[in-house]
């Protein structure tokens, strides 16, 4: 990483992750205007080699079928393989821990597992009730 990447981006980004819409999953978009507000424009390839940083030290996850990234609710923990409860109407996440408990590895004979991702697609509470039920991705 750059000086720049260490001193400003590193930083910002964690923090935007973790407290801008702390239950709704951000894209480096999203990041990438959040950032600008107090600085210059920002590359969005330096914003993505940040998030993948993020990602590989456990302080973020990466919601694959969304392309968002939102924090970890429980950075530096051994084992740690969250399921996703992403709600269609109105883009909340919620990081439920520990799902994996009767997934094992050894399972597969001869295949190493690396990473674990669940991400499960619904209506969280509020919108059960809502009269809105149309999809909206993020």
Do not use: M
């Amino acid at each position: 990483f750059s000086a720049f990447c260490l001193a400003f981006l590193l930083p910002s980004c964690a923090h935007y992750v973790s407290q801008e819409n702390r239950d709704k999953a951000q894209s480096a978009y999203d990041l990438i205007a959040l950032l600008s507000r107090s600085g210059p424009r920002v590359n969005p390839a330096t914003v993505y080699r940040v998030l993948d940083f993020l990602v590989s030290a456990g302080l973020v996850h990466r919601l694959e079928t969304l392309n968002r990234f939102i924090a970890c609710n429980a950075p530096g923990s051994p084992e740690h393989s969250p399921a996703f409860l992403v709600c269609d109407v109105c883009g909340r996440v919620d990081e439920q821990p520990g799902w994996s408990g009767s997934l094992r590895p050894g399972q597969w004979t001869g295949f190493e597992v690396r990473a674990v991702l669940l991400e499960v697609r619904g209506l969280c509470p509020a919108c059960q009730g809502s009269a809105v039920t149309s999809c909206n991705p993020g």
